[in-house]
């Protein structure tokens, strides 16, 4: 049977916070602490909202009426949605602010503006830095599986880089022995005026990777791979 061993310290050594008493007093003893070291360059405010003045667009395919492809449990407009907005959740903590063209289970379609025109207005309007399409991918073979990227670099020539940079992290954490491709005719992409991609997480066809895309964590997986991706990708060459 293991034993629960409690992990040793430095001696002496303490957690900053119990540095400080409790109450008002240490919480502006610590503000105190924190802005020195800004002020010294030890602590930036970029370190800490690494992406703060960015604009990062983000479209969750389908939606509404429109489920897009449909594994037996899942539906890829219910996937790539929970993504979505995992994703946003953690660009917005960054400090990017996060354009999004659904943030529920509707599509943009009105009797003015089809739903494609009505995504690519708001992405155009969005002056995004970079554009995120999401989706799930099918096929008639239920052993094809992997995460893939694609990109039109005729429209942004950075939307390779962005892609292989993502595609990069997917091969790193899900396995996947796919590659990026120019081979993809998307209205995202071909409408794009910056960096953009279109990332598909997974195929719902292949029994195994639906339950995967279907899960938390998973789910959480894939937006730390694509959220590592654009961080690289913005960050000073």
């Known amino acids: 049977m293991r034993r629960n061993r409690r992990k040793r310290g430095r001696r002496g050594s303490r957690p900053l916070f119990e540095l400080f008493p409790k109450g008002v007093l240490g919480i502006l003893a610590a503000s105190l602490?924190?802005?020195?070291?800004?002020?010294?360059?030890?602590i930036t405010v970029s370190s800490v909202r690494p992406l703060e003045g960015h604009v990062i667009f983000i479209d969750p395919g389908h939606g509404g009426i429109d489920p897009g492809a449909c594994g037996e449990f899942c539906t890829e407009k219910e996937i790539v949605l929970k993504v979505a907005l995992l994703l946003g959740d953690r660009l917005a903590r960054s400090g990017a602010q996060v354009v999004y063209t659904r943030t529920g289970d509707y599509d943009l379609e009105t009797p003015e503006v089809s739903d494609v025109q009505a995504r690519i207005n708001i992405m155009k309007q969005s002056k995004a830095s970079v554009a995120i399409s999401l989706h799930c991918n099918d096929f008639t073979d239920p052993w094809e599986r992997g995460a893939q990227v694609f990109y039109n670099a005729s429209t942004h020539p950075d939307s390779k880089r962005l892609a292989q940079l993502i595609q990069d992290e997917f091969a790193k954490h899900t396995d996947t022995e796919r590659e990026i491709s120019a081979q993809l005719d998307?209205?995202?992409?071909?409408?794009?005026?910056?960096?953009?991609?279109?990332?598909?997480?997974?195929?719902?066809?292949?029994?195994?990777?639906?339950?995967?895309?279907?899960?938390?964590?998973?789910?959480n997986k894939l937006v730390t791979c694509i959220y590592n991706a654009i961080l690289t990708f913005l960050s000073p060459q």
């Open 33 to 42: 602490v924190i802005s020195f070291f800004i002020s010294r360059g030890v």
């Open 186 to 219: 998307h209205f995202i992409l071909n409408h794009a005026e910056m960096p953009a991609v279109t990332v598909e997480l997974g195929f719902l066809s292949n029994p195994d990777e639906e339950r995967l895309l279907g899960s938390d964590e998973y789910q």
